[in-house]
């Protein structure tokens, strides 16, 4: 047995096995050079935490969760048990450097879920079959489907970790869910997880949380700046690339520059994962600081931007940008760099509208176990949140530019 001593969590076992052996692959320890929270740091500086962190918090709160529910008379096999612990160390496999930036510029019409499945499949290969069944929890494709929902669901244990984790490194506090009492209270009914009555309280707490967490955190301006100043900067180097312009980068990197990677060539190449696994934020780190002296003026200014923290500004409103306004940042910033205004709008400025809702009617919903034995959707039970409160989608429209 494995035991590492996880911050937030204290002590985390890991059991000899297949686990151990996930663990020690280095597709998984590859996770370790990734940053969980990609940008946030430019704002929060504790945020140094990896995806390599959160799939072991996430595997534990797994393990927690099982045992509660085989408490409660919930028969859950051994294999089952380690195949969904399994599946949750695994769900993260396929996430690339910097959170979804590579999604965005040098590879096309590929998710990150969709690679996970891939690097999964590819070690069930290595591994004789042996992660057949996490697989099958994984596309939700075994009989009992609330081990799914463990995995991927509203209320899942990639959730509550993330909220734990990145609120315990950020330092915002607004994050810090009940996780433990959360998962004390899950049980299963016709084969969904539902919520014990008396846990109501957590779970609006857990969904309140979620919401801050996205608006201060994961959505805060100056991280949506700093992602779109890299976005920019590499849609700019796959422009010189795809003209013949020879530029720094590791094979990985090098690979997804000079090839037009898209959905067809990622599935039937097989050489499109092997350069992917290899890539981690040390790639673009290194390229960058390279890149910020290059002859290309957009290239260097961007690089040097993003590495000297010198990131656009940004201004958020609730409507639109009027174009007018966005016409005449361009002109300055053409001005200032001494370009075109196409090339200006196109690598200095981004306009983005961006929309969360805190609970989704469409997906997976949390249901409430009432004392009656029937359950009732969370939007129906709560006397603190209504459906419209819940469900509301709340819009923001992001104007990033170069400072001039």
């Not at 992660?131 to 799914?148: R, S, V």
């Not at 898209?262 to 499109?272: A, I």
């Not at 966005?326 to 090339?343: D, F, P, S």
Request: proline share 2%; hydrophobic share 40%; charged share 25%.
């Amino acid at each position: 047995m494995k035991i590492i001593n996880d911050p937030v969590f204290g002590f985390i076992s890991i059991p000899k096995g297949l686990l151990y052996d996930i663990v020690r692959h280095p597709a998984f320890h590859r996770l370790s050079r990734i940053k969980q929270l990609g940008l946030s740091d430019v704002v929060y500086p504790g945020a140094q935490h990896t995806r390599f962190q959160h799939s072991i918090g996430a595997f534990h709160l797994t393990g927690l969760a099982v045992r509660s529910l085989m408490a409660k008379g919930h028969f859950i096999f051994d294999s089952e048990a380690e195949a969904v612990q399994a599946a949750i160390l695994l769900h993260d496999i396929g996430h690339g450097p910097f959170s979804h930036v590579l999604e965005h510029t040098i590879i096309s019409g590929v998710d990150h879920e969709e690679i996970s499945l891939m690097v999964m499949e590819r070690m069930n290969e290595e591994m004789r079959g042996q992660l057949t069944l996490a697989i099958n929890i994984f596309k939700n494709e075994y009989p009992k489907k609330f081990l799914h929902q463990l995995i991927s669901s509203q209320l899942d244990m990639d959730r509550l970790d993330y909220l734990r984790r990145d609120s315990f490194f950020t330092g915002v506090t607004e994050g810090n869910i009940g996780s433990s009492r959360i998962i004390e209270m899950l049980d299963v009914v016709d084969d969904h997880l539902v919520v014990q009555k008396k846990g109501i309280y957590s779970i609006e707490n857990f969904l309140v949380s979620r919401r801050l967490m996205y608006w201060q955190v994961y959505l805060h301006k100056t991280s949506v700046a700093a992602e779109h100043t890299l976005i920019n900067a590499l849609t700019r180097a796959k422009e010189l690339a795809s003209e013949g312009e020879e530029l720094f980068a590791s094979p990985a990197l090098h690979y997804f520059l000079y090839n037009n990677v898209d959905r067809d060539m990622f599935f039937n190449n097989p050489d499109s994962l092997e350069h992917y696994i290899s890539l981690d934020d040390n790639d673009i780190w290194s390229a960058l600081k390279v890149w910020s002296n290059h002859q290309d003026k957009i290239l260097s200014r961007l690089s040097g931007d993003f590495i000297n923290r010198r990131l656009f500004k940004v201004e958020v409103s609730e409507e639109p940008f009027p174009e007018e306004y966005v016409e005449q940042k361009t002109n300055e910033i053409a001005m200032c760099n001494n370009i075109g205004t196409e090339e200006a709008r196109r690598y200095f400025m981004a306009l983005i509208e961006i929309g969360k809702d805190m609970y989704s009617l469409d997906d997976d919903k949390i249901e409430i176990l009432q004392n009656d034995g029937t359950t009732r959707d969370i939007t129906a039970t709560s006397d603190m949140l209504n459906i419209s409160t819940l469900s509301k989608k709340v819009v923001k429209h992001y104007f990033c530019y170069q400072r001039t």
